[in-house]
């Protein structure tokens, strides 16, 4: 036995077999069947449900995997009784006979893809037909002796409800999902299949009902673009609760055309009396007064913060919201917070329809109101990752398009676009954190995303530099600038509502930044769950009392294969430090660059007013910063003063070259007129509608440099006028990194601040060097001594910590053993040093360090680390 059952299911009532059986080791399931009826009623299905696994379960090797299929399925089936070969619901070949071609015959001669046309006839009453990995069978085979009578549309007989045939090796017949066979079909897996799905989708498979149910679908890798994605977009709206689009050739304009009709028409950003805890969402206001388009007002939005709110720390902020009374059930209102996850792994969708090792399977009348099967009001998981053209824009958009609808998103590798000014391209996601707040993700429980989320440190791809260098090139010069730009940390209270988080793209080596960054993090994570407790434990139980959040429970990191160790181009790697990379961009040395010979065009347009920086930091704060509103002399809510006195009397010669910009309010203006045509929604994907043409003011600045580096790195971006673009309200990193509250910015001007140069920029960064601060946590980012290296080739590793990487695993690894070892003395009420045998002295010097530095509490939650090969 496992575990002993609980009370309640003690007391339950019932037979005692009903108890027992759930522990009962599957091997002894065949002698228990021949005891009695009721011990066959209660063991024959546990055995027969999922016969592909309980034989292995029972011992059969893996080669003798398909003689033993093929036997099964054409000698011993017509031995036995129908009632018998009705109990077995699912054949799963994922984990079965992968050691071995599939074409092998068995012993009566038959092949794997021949017995799978008897898979209907021989067990009519199987629901899930897992076949995804295995190559080598005609898929046309599936149900090809089935007469269709036997199948009725009306689902009052036992059908499939899930297909997993993706990588299947051979291509779709156009018309193989019109039999009735697959009419009840919940979940479908064709990813990475051969062929196009051009002709799928004009047979009509679609678009005129042969999957009806369908509620969960799979394509990856099957060269989609925002073309051929229509017809799937049009079937899947209001339809799917699961879209997997992953490894495809989709670009951000497939959000506003093809996603957004596929949410549900309630706005669950609504508010609901969290402006305090939350905040609340606003619209820009426009001129004239022209109403947004209902399908822009996320897209226009912006956040409007308490002081609670903008900390993330108000009380309020772990408890989960109180039922909604909607006296006609009209209204969908967002989640309380607390629900489990909704999965939509294939091994969760079968245990759910039927059941898993050892489990009976449900009724089949029972699971077709099963949450999984009923119809969505919205789409809620997302997954698109390795879309090369999908940016971090596109990412943004899918929030603010969503009203809060989405559940799980994936998107694991984002593009930052350069427009090919550089270079070099870079993935990641920075400066985009307040989508995933409560106000724009309402749902949002499961978020998969590039680990620069958390980081700031995005990945950088260039052939002609080595990993190693683009590596510690990431770590510092763009780290620190998307420190400047995007100054606000993640933290998990930002959305106490998620419960998991997978950060992909890891480095396997770091030279200490990434592991200061994932070191706090799951610092904050500890932190969180210890206030969590600490407000239960305040609260009195009570049936009545109020329901608490979850919290992040579930932590999970993607890491990179080891970087190849390159001899050629990475010899001069030691002599490469954060202080060198940064003093290479500098006017007048010859050193490190990204950027080649020529320097881009918003370091010339700076030159010019280079000599009055030095000037204007002495005695100039962040005027910038402190601007308003829209109108004639200003901005949005603008109101005269002493500072935008001062400001006009500095002569026009202090501004940067390209100011004023075009569109312009007046000559000292901070903010340009910008009109834009924005499409209405139309309520078809297909169908094309009017637009609606609204004048909104940009926030440009003044035009002269100040102390605010990310200001004065804006400023000088503007000078391109492909830059000026991306308009959306300022979010909370660019307000605390000096941009108006309220105003809409060139959202591609600031995100260039990560990639493009400035002179004036790179002097600033070399004189203040790395500020960074140094983790408060002991032995987390020193050399581990005797510490148990990975698996790999040791000259690799030792050519890493050569050159000051070391490895972000094992660092990990070493913080979380030093705080669970902290976390169970602490428990028993007992020092750590009092372990060792140390002296009184030593005892009352690490006492004082710790009132000095306090421990880290150790997070208990799940944190899992997958290493690439």
């Given amino acids: 036995m496992a575990s002993l059952p609980s009370y309640e299911e003690a007391v339950s009532g019932g037979h005692w077999l009903d108890l027992v059986a759930p522990y009962v080791a599957i091997k002894d399931y065949p002698k228990l069947c021949r005891v009695s009826r009721r011990f066959y009623d209660q063991f024959a299905p546990r055995l027969w449900s999922d016969p592909l696994q309980t034989v292995r379960l029972l011992g059969l090797h893996p080669n003798d995997d398909l003689r033993w299929f093929t036997y099964f399925v054409t000698g011993h089936a017509k031995s036995v009784r129908e009632s018998t070969r009705r109990l077995i619901v699912a054949l799963d070949f994922r984990a079965f006979a992968t050691d071995a071609p599939a074409s092998l015959a068995g012993t009566n001669g038959h092949g794997f893809s021949e017995t799978l046309r008897l898979i209907g006839v021989a067990f009519p009453a199987v629901r899930c037909i897992l076949l995804g990995g295995n190559t080598g069978y005609d898929p046309s085979d599936l149900g090809r002796l089935l007469r269709p009578g036997d199948f009725p549309g009306d689902g009052s007989v036992s059908m499939p409800l899930i297909l997993d045939i993706g990588r299947c090796g051979m291509p779709l017949p156009n018309d193989f999902f019109h039999p009735s066979y697959w009419r009840q079909l919940v979940y479908l897996d064709m990813s990475g299949v051969p062929g196009s799905l051009k002709g799928i989708i004009k047979t009509g498979t679609f678009d005129q009902g042969a999957l009806p149910n369908l509620r969960i679908l799979k394509l990856r890798g099957r ?124 091994i969760d969708a079968k245990n759910m329809l039927a059941g898993g090792p050892g489990q009976p399977a449900p009724d089949w009348h029972d699971i077709q109101d099963a949450d999984i099967c009923k119809l969505p009001p919205s789409l809620t998981h997302v997954h698109l990752s390795d879309n090369p053209e999908f940016t971090v824009e596109g990412v943004e958009s899918m929030f603010r398009f969503s009203r809060g609808h989405i559940r799980h998103f994936d998107c694991a590798s984002p593009a930052i676009a350069t427009g090919g000014q550089v270079p070099f391209s870079l993935t990641g996601i920075v400066g985009r954190s307040h989508i995933f707040r409560p106000v724009f993700a309402s749902n949002l429980q499961s978020l998969r995303i590039h680990h620069s989320l958390v980081t700031h440190i995005p990945t950088l791809h260039d052939p002609d530099k080595s990993v190693l260098v683009a590596l510690k090139y990431a770590e510092t010069v763009l780290r620190k600038r998307a420190e400047m730009a995007y100054p606000q940390a993640v933290v998990p209270d930002l959305n106490p509502r998620l419960q998991s988080l997978t950060l992909t793209c890891l480095p396997r080596v770091s030279t200490g930044p990434l592991i200061d960054k994932l070191i706090r993090f799951l610092v904050c994570a500890a932190d969180q769950e210890n206030a969590l407790r600490a407000q239960q434990s ?182 391109r006028e492909s830059l000026r673009t991306h308009i959306r309200p300022a979010t909370p990193d660019q307000v605390k990194a000096g941009v108006p509250v309220e105003a809409c910015v060139y959202n591609a001007a600031w995100d260039a601040i990560l990639w493009l140069t400035d002179e004036t920029l790179d002097a600033q960064e070399q004189e203040e060097g790395d500020e960074t601060p140094p983790l408060p946590t002991s032995g987390s980012s020193e050399p581990v001594q005797g510490r148990q290296e990975p698996k790999g080739p040791s000259s690799r590793r030792q050519g890493h910590h050569s050159q000051g990487m070391r490895d972000v695993v094992n660092a990990i690894r070493q913080f979380r053993a030093g705080t669970r070892a902290s976390h169970h003395h602490r428990a028993r009420g007992m020092s750590p040093m009092s372990r060792t045998g140390q002296g009184q002295n030593q005892q009352q010097e690490h006492q004082q360090q710790q009132k000095r530095r306090p421990a880290p509490r150790h997070w208990t939650g799940t944190l899992e680390v997958l290493l690439a090969s």
């Avoid at 508010?271 to 305090?276: D, I």
């Avoid at 993607?558 to 290479?584: C, N």
């Avoid at 004639?632 to 002493?642: K, L, Q, V, W």
């Fill in 223 to 346: 060269e989609l673009d925002e073309a051929s994605l229509i017809p799937i977009a049009e079937y899947a709206r209001l339809r799917l609760w699961s879209l997997d689009l992953s490894q495809n050739k989709l670009a951000d304009s497939c959000v506003r055309r093809l996603f957004y009709p596929c949410f549900g028409t309630d706005d669950l950003t609504a508010p609901r009396g969290c402006h305090e805890v939350e905040g609340k969402l606003a619209v820009v206001q426009v001129v004239p007064r022209v109403e947004v388009p209902p399908m822009w007002r996320g897209w226009f939005s912006y956040i409007v913060e308490s002081l609670p709110s903008a900390a993330f720390s108000h009380p309020d902020r772990y408890l989960a919201d109180s039922p909604v009374y909607d006296e006609g059930g009209q209204t969908l209102s967002r989640l309380a917070g607390n629900e489990p996850l909704r999965s939509d792994r294939v």
């Fill in 538 to 719: 305040a609260v009195p139980v009570s049936r009545r009392g109020p329901t608490m959040l979850r919290g992040l429970r579930h932590i999970r990191l993607e890491f990179e294969p080891y970087p190849p160790q390159d001899e050629d181009r990475d010899g001069a790697f030691e002599s490469l430090d954060a202080q060198a990379l940064l003093d290479s961009s500098t006017e007048g040395e010859q050193g490190f660059s990204f950027f080649g010979e020529e320097r881009p065009a918003t370091a010339a347009n700076a030159k010019d007013s280079r000599r009055e920086v030095r000037a204007s930091e002495e005695g100039s704060g962040n005027s910038c910063g402190d601007a308003g509103g829209s109108g004639p002399n200003g901005g949005p809510n603008s109101s005269p003063g002493t500072a935008v006195a001062d400001q006009r009397k500095v002569a026009q010669s202090d501004r940067l070259p390209h100011y004023p910009l075009p569109g312009a309010v007046d000559s000292d203006s901070e903010f340009v007129r910008e009109v834009l045509a924005l499409e209405h929604d139309s309520g078809s994907i297909s169908q094309k509608t009017p637009n609606t043409t609204i004048k909104v003011f940009v926030w440009v600045g003044s035009g002269r440099r100040s102390s605010n580096r990310a200001v004065n790195a804006y400023m000088a971006n503007l000078s």
